[in-house]
């Protein structure tokens, strides 16, 4: 469950979004459309979901199971998102991984801002890791492999997830940060 996520430049310390996830009521899904998951930062960077009212039902389900530890802004934390097959309470939301909130490059301007550096705070509770990986917040696309004579990479720009295999070490569940720089470095 996924409770509270800022992205912060650090060069400057403003922050250029800050999705609480408040906007429920517990026991219902994201609706569809622009500005379902509120932006609190101000800076316009609402998210939306694919699709909650038909198949394959891809929205997250507000809860109100969330952590006892206070947020550090002092704000109520008084919803989660539950991206789970089956959500902890309210209706059904057609089962399977629901990972589908995320900002529309053409009303979001944080799609556009080219970051010298980032802070991201994520809350989360993981209650299932199936063998696989779940992510928690990332940027989407192909960075590599478009231009001639360049590696093919299908890795995402920026995934911060929890691996469920064990790799690299051998230890199972780990927190897995890749960030692909302006280099094509992971």
Known sequence: MLTTTWLVPVARGDVAAY??????????????????????SGQGNHMRTFSSAAAPFTAASYVSSVSPLSLK???ANNLALDFGPNPAEGIDDGGGKNDDNYTDSATAPITLKAFQAITVELAFNMNVVDGSYQSLFGRDGKPLGDDVGEVDSPVAPLQIKIRGDDFPNGVANQLFVEWIDGDGDI
């Open 19 to 40: 999705w609480r996830h408040e906007e429920g009521p517990a026991g219902t899904v994201v609706p569809d459309g622009d500005g379902a998951v509120l932006d609190s």
């Open 73 to 75: 802004s002092g704000l």
